[in-house]
């Protein structure tokens, strides 16, 4: 599932850099996890692996219980930083199954300076 | 093999509900335009829901070879097929909907807290240096920091 939403990302890559926009992608998965990750589906944006939860935890994104063995992981959530590091628009889906299309980010890339 | 013995509707409708509900996870939730309203599965779901309904009929019929079994294994057959579609619509608008509010997350317009994590090649990288360092030779106009729930 997660993959279907990141499929989208590295399609759009070339849209994204062509307008200055760095996708990053972080999850509770080692840096292993995320290497066979980035290799079987070939993505070549950066993963990010917080597996202590911490920057999760800050961003206040924890979703308790819902890994493997009961373990915390984040729930889905997108942002997009301007380079001042300020947060210009952010997406906290409601549903699982619904998810921010690259096509909304390019839109949203335009408030940016 | 006879085909006015075997309640194929029935049958048929029983096996679209299944895959119906298997192709969403499979096949649909890959593109967008079928994964952020599931109106693909509600489609193959309606064409299974009529085929069932077929089937139920026919199952009552009064020319069925076995009419108590006849009667029993339709009523059966539908009502897996409803529970089926009833699944589904719980995983979706239920199940899906069991997200944590995140009241705490940045909102616009804070500044994004800042972080160093390693990357999958176990290098540290910070979010500084994510918004600094360039994109074709060019400062970054912005970085979209997307969370996800893991490979797992």
């Known amino acids: 599932m997660c993959n279907s939403e990141l499929r989208g990302i590295e399609k759009s890559l070339a849209r994204l850099s062509e307008v200055g926009i ?13 290497r066979n990750l980035a290799q079987n589906q070939g993505y070549t944006f950066p993963l990010l692996s917080d597996q202590n939860v911490e920057v999760i935890r800050r961003y206040d994104l924890v979703h308790a219980g ?36 690259p096509e909304q980010v390019l839109e949203v890339s335009k408030v940016l300076k | 093999m006879n085909l006015r ?8 409708g029983l096996l679209l509900t299944v895959a119906a509900f298997m192709s969403f996870f499979f096949i649909f939730v890959r593109f967008p335009i079928t994964r952020d309203f ?3 599965n ?18 009552f019929a009064p020319d069925r070879p076995h009419p108590t079994r006849s009667k029993i294994v339709s009523v059966l057959v539908t009502v897996v ?3 089926v579609i009833g699944l589904f619509a719980f995983a979706y608008f ?14 616009v317009g ?37 969370f996800y729930r893991g490979y797992w």
């Not at chain 1, 996708?23 to 080692?30: G, L, M, Q």
Request: net charge positive; aromatic share 8%.
């Open chain 2, 94 to 107: 239920v199940g899906g909907r069991m997200l944590p509010a995140s009241k705490g997350a940045p909102q």
């Open chain 2, 42 to 59: 509600f489609v193959l779901f309606a064409i299974a829901a009529v085929l069932l309904f077929i089937g139920l009929r026919r199952g």
């Open chain 1, 22 to 34: 760095r996708p990053v992608a972080i999850s509770v998965d080692a840096p292993d996890v995320s």
């Open chain 1, 66 to 101: 819902a890994g493997e063995n009961g373990h915390d992981i984040a729930r889905p959530a997108e942002f997009l930083l301007d380079s001042t590091g300020t947060v210009r628009w952010i997406n906290l889906t409601e549903n699982y199954w619904i998810r921010a299309r």
């Open chain 2, 81 to 83: 097929g409803v529970l």
């Open chain 2, 110 to 146: 804070q500044r994004a807290p800042e972080f160093t994590l390693p990357d999958s090649t176990g290098k540290q990288v910070s979010l500084n240096e994510l918004m600094t360092s360039p994109i074709n030779g060019k400062a970054p106009r912005g970085v979209l920091l997307i």
């Open chain 2, 5 to 12: 013995r075997i309640n194929w509707p029935l049958w048929v």
């Open chain 2, 38 to 40: 599931p109106w693909a």
